[in-house]
């Protein structure tokens, strides 16, 4: 699994074409997104790596998905 993790980090900085901890806000929600989508957070230890990743804290972590998952659910409704 943590090979895995380090693929799907990979991918995600590679999308954003940037040093993760040099994201703007909106940058952050789209690698965050990308790795959520993808079922990271399902990942044992993924959102300690994710925050060391990101140069971020778990609230940040956590805050992030929570306004992502809540703008995915209201543009499915």
């Known amino acids: 699994m943590e090979s895995l993790l380090d693929h799907l980090l990979q991918q995600a900085t590679a ?3 940037k040093d993760p901890k ?3 806000k909106n940058e952050r929600l789209d690698f965050l997104s990308f790795l959520d989508e993808k079922g990271t957070m399902q ?3 993924a959102g ?3 925050c060391k990743v990101l140069g971020i804290s778990k609230f940040t972590l956590y ?3 929570e306004l992502i998952r809540s703008k995915t ?3 499915n409704e």
């Open 15 to 17: 999308i954003t074409n």
């Open 63 to 65: 805050n992030d998905l």
């Open 43 to 45: 990942i044992s230890k």
């Open 22 to 24: 040099k994201l703007t």
């Open 48 to 50: 300690d790596k994710i």
């Open 73 to 75: 659910a209201a543009a």
